[in-house]
């Protein structure tokens, strides 16, 4: 099992800058890719960036493409999400998410999921 703990949600203008992390513990071997989700309020959850292994390969969806950072630090057990530029469309829950396999398949290929942090961007 592999528990995901995300913090760095919070209530922000827009503009403004928040930079999320989700620290990782249990069994990290065991897992692969890493991503960001978000779930806004009456919208299904979506896909927001993910990130291999090694942090060699990143990607995102087109609307946090040139806003959002995705990065991880393997030694801390820590993946982040610099999100820059924020605008009120970006108000969700983020979820933290791991999986056992590659990259490309993180977006529909889940083993664990954080239980959230609330990001509120206010115009």
């Known amino acids: 099992q592999v528990q995901l703990v995300e913090s760095g949600g919070g209530l922000v203008q827009a503009g403004g800058s928040l930079r999320l992390s989700c620290v990782a513990s249990g069994s990290i071997c065991s897992t692969d890719a890493m991503g960001w989700f978000r779930q806004a309020p009456g919208k299904e959850r979506e896909f927001v960036a993910a990130?291999?292994?090694?942090?060699?390969?990143?990607y995102s969806t087109d609307s946090v493409k040139d806003r959002f950072t995705i990065s991880r630090d393997n030694a801390k057990n820590t993946m982040y999400l610099q999100m820059n530029s924020l605008k009120p469309e970006d108000t969700a829950v983020y979820y933290c998410a791991a999986s056992s396999h590659t990259l490309l398949l993180l977006r529909t290929r889940v083993d664990y999921w954080g239980e959230g942090t609330l990001v509120t961007v206010s115009s």
């Open positions: 990130i291999s292994w090694t942090g060699s390969a990143t």
